[in-house]
């Protein structure tokens, strides 16, 4: 579980980290709007994650996959041969991988015992902005891929 909250960490960040990127390549001012809130969202909830793992007491490093995965998504955000369109369906994916981790601790963490159960309580929170935020960028994807692939907004 320890693990798994530092892989949790880990990502959250490069969500945010992400997300700013994002921000500077958009041009659509609703877009970006979202993203701003987004951004505001994920740092709250990187808060919540770091308050969970002190909570739970263990302190763990996230696995050397997910760090190498984490750098080549980094890298893949910051690529200029990638469209925004592209970049962002990834990042989407991104999120679905970091709900779904939140769902499995907090299945975990009902398993293991009551006093494990309400340390990771919070990320419950973390769940729920993160399924929001899934949504979102589905919206913003169905506006850039139809942008991307026309040139005109989509109706």
Do not use: W
């Not at 700013?20 to 877009?31: A, P, S, T, V, W």
């Not at 893949?76 to 499995?104: D, F, T």
């Amino acid at each position: 579980i320890a693990e798994k909250l530092a892989d949790m960490r880990a990502i959250q960040n490069l969500l945010i980290t992400n997300e700013k990127q994002f921000l500077q390549e958009c041009r659509d001012e609703e877009i970006r709007e979202r993203l701003e809130d987004m951004i505001e969202d994920d740092e709250k909830n990187l808060e919540i994650i770091e308050t969970t793992i002190t909570q739970y007491g263990i302190q763990s490093k996230p696995k050397d996959k997910t760090q190498q995965m984490l750098q080549h998504t980094q890298e893949l955000a910051k690529s200029s041969h990638l469209s925004l369109y592209e970049k962002m369906a990834q990042h989407e994916l991104l999120k679905h991988g970091q709900v779904m981790s939140g769902l499995i601790v907090h299945k975990a963490a009902q398993v293991v015992g009551k006093d494990v159960k309400e340390a990771l309580a919070p990320l419950n929170i973390v769940n729920f902005e993160n399924r929001a935020h899934q949504e979102q960028l589905k919206g913003m994807l169905e506006y850039l891929g139809t942008y991307e692939l026309t040139g005109e907004e989509p109706d």
